[in-house]
């Protein structure tokens, strides 16, 4: 069992920056850990994934501007999010994944947290 727990959403400008952090219960490198968004009428969508050994892999619309990151010492896993867009305004969900592979279905995961808004403003 894992609890996830999100945290670092906000408003922002357009060209601003944010950092979610995910704080995780449980055996966290038993994980691939990933971000998913999903903006109000829209389906839940991948942003960005690590795997147990910290491999990252993106989403087209976040490559270059997103990083992902994770401290297994600390049970976190982080989104740096730069060169904000207003079409990043969503709730951000932080996901875990048991599995390997490059996973970017929201039904591949097995734990998810309850979400923090992003809203970037034109």
């Known amino acids: 069992q894992v609890q996830l727990v999100e945290s670092g959403g906000g408003l922002v400008q357009a060209g601003g920056s944010l950092r979610l952090s995910c704080a995780a219960s449980?055996?966290?490198?038993?994980?691939?850990m990933g971000w998913f968004r999903q903006a109000p009428g829209k389906e839940r969508e991948f942003v960005a994934r690590?795997?147990?050994?910290?491999?990252?892999y993106y989403a087209d619309s976040v490559k270059g501007r997103f990083t992902i990151s994770r401290d297994n010492a600390k049970n976190r896993v982080y989104l740096q999010m730069n060169s904000l867009k207003p079409e990043d305004t969503a709730v951000y969900y932080c996901?875990?994944?048991?599995?390997?592979?490059?996973?970017?279905?929201?039904?591949?995961?097995?734990?998810w947290g309850q979400g923090t808004q992003v809203t970037v403003s034109s």
């Open positions: 996901a875990a994944d048991r599995s390997v592979g490059i996973r970017k279905s929201p039904g591949a995961y097995d734990y």
């Open positions: 690590i795997s147990k050994g910290s491999s990252p």
């Open positions: 449980g055996v966290f490198t038993n994980y691939a």
